[in-house]
């Protein structure tokens, strides 16, 4: 059974940071682009970051290039989104994403999102 448990969401104050992290489970995690999503509240889901299987060439939405830092450790499954200098616009709901072509077949799952509130 495919699971994504994302984790360190939370109140912050604006400017604080948060680390999320998220945990999966029951596919080969390490073959596998990770991604991080978010949503606001009346607003489309949008790519915050993503990250190679090997965790190279991480890539950055604009607005969170040099606050967000996405990582990866393969030995634990698990997925992190670093994020400093919040604003209060990071407001949201934030998703975990896997997402992997394997044997012609794509592989696309999710985690049930973590919320993140950035207010004083």
């Known amino acids: 059974q495919v699971r994504l448990v994302e984790s360190g969401g939370g109140l912050v104050q604006p400017g604080g940071s948060l680390r999320l992290s998220c945990a999966t489970s029951g596919f080969t995690f390490s073959s596998y682009v990770m991604s991080w999503y978010r949503q606001a509240p009346g607003k489309e889901r949008e790519l915050v970051a993503t990250?190679?299987?090997?965790?190279?060439?991480?890539n950055y939405a604009d607005s969170m290039k040099g606050r967000f830092t996405i990582s990866r450790d393969n030995a634990k499954n698990t997925a992190y989104l670093q994020m400093n200098s919040l604003k209060p616009e990071d407001t949201a709901v934030y998703y975990c994403?896997?997402?992997?072509?394997?044997?012609?077949?794509?592989?696309?799952?999710w985690g049930q999102g973590t919320q993140v509130t950035v207010s004083s």
């Open positions: 990250i190679t299987s090997i965790g190279s060439v991480p």
């Open positions: 994403n896997a997402r992997a072509t394997i044997m012609w077949t794509k592989h696309d799952y």
